[in-house]
């Protein structure tokens, strides 16, 4: 019979594995497990059941159930500053996975605190080289970009790159992120000859490291795909689109945020093409799935709202087009 502690280590992985290999739904299953194990056999406030706590978290975020996730990232938090005080290197990495949820619901003055936070204390415990300081580089990073703060934005993945490029090596899935994510500023600026590079050398690592079939193989085919399209590059394109809906729709379900936004950027190609009804329903359906996982008032859905509302125009259904563009309007009002 295994030991306790073996079993628990055994089950943690076994969850990570289950994530990587797209397995969301059974990865859960087995964290929970985790989860009393540790409890069972260590009490409710041992480091090891944070630990646990983020990879369920984690696991919640990646299904669209943020409800579920979050106070599970806030318990694991908890223990770690009641443990370990809150300087410590696993402090920050705490805050980072909060704050990436955050992020992920679009409440980014509150996301923007922690990473802040964690991107000090990850400096003053481990020094500026180290790959923990990239990944909160990274993540504040991406908190720049979304909003617009491209200016804040590069320099910080640029530094995150070189980071894990001189510690991590060529094909590390650290290291992939990093390039994909230094390509998002450059193509939303229309610099797309310096996106390009990054884009398909992220790709290519993913794939080899965690195969074909997994959902984040589906983010950097999107983002190849966005690129070519913004290129009106059409052809190319649309069948990227196409696999990475696909291999989200069967790793993440037909109700994920993420299927959400392949819907969305697909159906954006078909409008630009003229062909407004396969975009319609794309564009409904996207607008579904978001309203469903994140809330009425999530910016995404107010994305999606915009979105038809300019499919519409184009159709010359103005009414509908303006009161979609109305509720738009109010859910970014929100946001500021």
Avoid at 241 to 264: C, M, T, W
Avoid at 310 to 319: D, P, S, V
Wanted: proline share 6%; glycine share 6%.
């Amino acid at each position: 019979m295994l030991s306790p502690g073996i079993e628990w280590e055994i089950l943690n992985q076994e969850a990570i594995d289950l994530y990587r290999a797209g397995y969301c739904d059974r990865a859960m299953v087995v964290a929970k497990t985790a989860i009393e194990v540790v409890e069972r056999n260590v009490g409710p406030d041992h480091l090891a059941v944070g630990t646990s706590l983020n990879i369920l978290a984690l696991l919640y975020d990646t299904q669209g159930q943020y409800v579920q996730a979050e106070p599970l990232y806030e318990r694991s938090l908890a223990i770690a500053v009641k443990v370990l005080g809150p300087d410590h290197p696993d402090v920050a990495a705490s805050l980072n996975n909060l704050a990436g949820h955050y992020y992920t619901r679009g409440q980014y003055a509150q996301a923007e605190t922690l990473l802040k936070r964690s991107l000090a204390i990850s400096e003053n415990a481990l020094g500026p080289d180290h790959p923990d300081v990239a990944t909160s580089l990274n993540i504040l990073a991406e908190l720049f970009r979304s909003e617009g703060q491209y200016a804040f934005a590069e320099p910080l993945y640029k530094r995150s790159l070189a980071i894990r490029e001189n510690t991590l090596g060529p094909d590390h899935p650290d290291l992939a992120t990093s390039l994909n994510n230094l390509a998002l500023p450059y193509a939303t600026n229309g610099r797309y000859a310096q996106a390009e590079p990054f884009y398909e050398r992220s790709l290519v690592i993913i794939e080899n490291v965690l195969g074909p079939d997994h959902p984040d193989v589906a983010k950097g085919l999107n983002n190849l795909a966005l690129l070519c399209d913004h290129q009106s590059r059409y052809a190319e394109a649309e069948p990227l689109y196409k696999r990475s809906l696909a291999i989200y729709e069967n790793a993440l379900g037909p109700d994920h945020p993420d299927v959400a936004q392949s819907l969305n950027n697909l159906a954006f190609l078909y409008n630009t093409q003229g062909r407004y009804a396969q975009a319609e329903s794309l564009y409904e359906r996207s607008l579904a799935i978001r309203e469903n996982a994140l809330g009425p008032d999530h910016p995404d859905v107010a994305a999606s709202l915009e979105n038809l509302a300019a499919l519409y125009h184009g159709m010359e259904r103005t009414k509908e087009a303006e009161a979609l563009a109305h509720r738009a309007e109010r859910i970014r009002a929100i946001q500021r």
